[in-house]
């Protein structure tokens, strides 16, 4: 993938799986963690190779997420928040404003880059820490807006076999990231989603315990401030 940023001419997404990792995960702790947002780099890379939440699991590097970080900036999709008195550099998301997503399509848009292709039943259940829908009919609105923007931001995969519900992504890391994904379908290689209560408590139980680690790094972040 190149670096080249959307133009009139070239107006369609292209961020490489690092891109998309860093700038959902600024989207995501907007909503769930507000009051230690913007980011520290830190901070950021502790969501970046978060446990839970995540399809696929990243180990990402501090200077992986520095990088994306800068090609991110160059693209006005991410900026610095310059703080009084703060010696550690925070990072927030711009696109809701270069691309004008309300709340609950930045949630949307969020999920999908951050878990992969899903239902719109699935986001629905999945979004609640982000945004709360009401019903899965207003999910498939939501995905509607987002695939009606230019360049579009998500898109309905074809059915897989022997499944009734249609999965979406989204557009981020280009068409040809999509069209690998519906050969992957086609090919029956899909991963069916996780079901049970036992397994939802699981996973909750990790994300709280990664909570906890971020947090510790980012006080121990703020700590190091005034050694």
Known sequence: MTDTPATAENPAFDL???????LAVLIEKSFVTPDIYPL?????LAGCNQLTGREPVMSLSETAVQDAL???AERGLVSQRHQAGARVAKWEHQIRLRHSLTPPMQAVLA?????????PAEIRARCDRLHAFTSTAEVEEILEKLGDKFPPMVVQL?????TKEARFAHL???EGAVAALGHTTE?????????????ELED????????????????????????
Do not use: C, I, Y
């Open 204 to 227: 909750e139980v990790r994300r709280l315990r990664q909570q906890v680690d971020w947090l510790t790094a980012e006080f121990e972040a703020f700590r190091k401030q005034f050694q």
């Open 158 to 162: 074809p059915k897989a076999p022997g």
């Open 111 to 119: 999920l999908l880059m951050l878990r992969g292709p899903q239902t």
């Open 187 to 199: 090919a029956g290689d899909a991963p069916s989603p996780r079901s049970g209560r036992v397994a």
């Open 40 to 44: 520290s780099l830190n901070a950021l």
């Open 16 to 22: 490489d799986d690092f891109e998309v990792r860093v």
């Open 70 to 72: 800068d090609r991110l």
């Open 172 to 174: 981020l890391a280009g």
